[in-house]
């Protein structure tokens, strides 16, 4: 029975160092992030083009954005503050996140030159043919976008895990799965977003249900190529 007792305390003394091995470097990297502020850095340059884009939609006129886009842009800037306190994003996620964001608001403000290919009616950069009648800008800035959604549901998830297991969570199928239905389910609401956006305003750059229809497509791809990158680095 002695001997029963000795070896299931070594066993457990192999496991409880075993665990500690694999899970302190993690451990530390997460406490060194969670609760950290946004860098100024960051912060600084998302307010500038913030305040650059409200002053042409002003000039503009551009109601659609001043009523609908820039709430939303507000709200999503706070909820990726509160996620980012608790979970601590790295810091490339949420420059990438930062650069998103210039590049959405870009697309709406920015004329496009006389003579470029574009869509409707409307010349701006999310009309614009990148290559005609295959491939525009906003079907990049979607795939973009939501690749980086991808991503951040991924970190979001495993530091939930680690906070509440004290486990190491690796990129196999079933996590990875998660992070892209997280990615594609933010595309859904952005397609809802701007449904809400044509059924409010007179007058907006949305696009049918063609559009839509690519705009989730282009969702999708972006997804997957972040999984592809999050399992690759492992």
């Not at 850095?41 to 886009?69: D, P, R």
Request: aromatic share 14%; hydrophobic share 50%.
């Amino acid at each position: 029975m002695a001997n029963a007792d000795f070896q299931g305390a070594v066993y457990d003394k192999v496991s409880e160092i075993r665990s500690r091995s694999s899970a302190a470097p993690f451990l530390e990297y997460t406490l060194m992030r969670r609760g950290n502020p946004i860098p100024r850095s960051i912060l600084l340059v998302t307010a500038f083009y913030l305040v650059a884009a409200i002053s042409a939609a002003i000039t503009q006129k551009n109601l659609e954005f001043i009523s609908f886009y820039l709430p939303f842009f507000t709200l999503f800037g706070v909820i990726i503050a509160f996620m980012h306190k608790r979970v601590g994003f790295p810091k490339g996620l949420l420059w990438c996140l930062s650069i998103w964001g210039a590049a959405h608001l870009a697309g709406g403000l920015v004329q496009v030159p006389e003579g470029w290919s574009y869509e409707g009616e409307q010349s701006v950069l999310y009309s614009w043919w990148l290559i005609e009648d295959r491939l525009k800008y906003d079907n990049i800035i979607q795939a973009y976008g939501f690749g980086l959604a991808t991503w951040l549901c991924w970190e979001a998830l495993r530091a939930n895990i680690h906070n509440r297991f004290g486990r190491k969570l690796y990129p196999s199928f079933g996590p990875i799965a998660l992070a892209v239905f997280g990615g594609m389910g933010l595309g859904a609401l952005n397609e809802i977003i701007e449904f809400f956006a044509v059924l409010n305003l007179d007058n907006t750059n949305v696009g049918g249900y063609y559009n839509t229809g690519w705009d989730l497509v282009s969702n999708l791809i972006g997804c997957l190529l972040a999984s592809i990158i999050i399992a690759a680095r492992g």
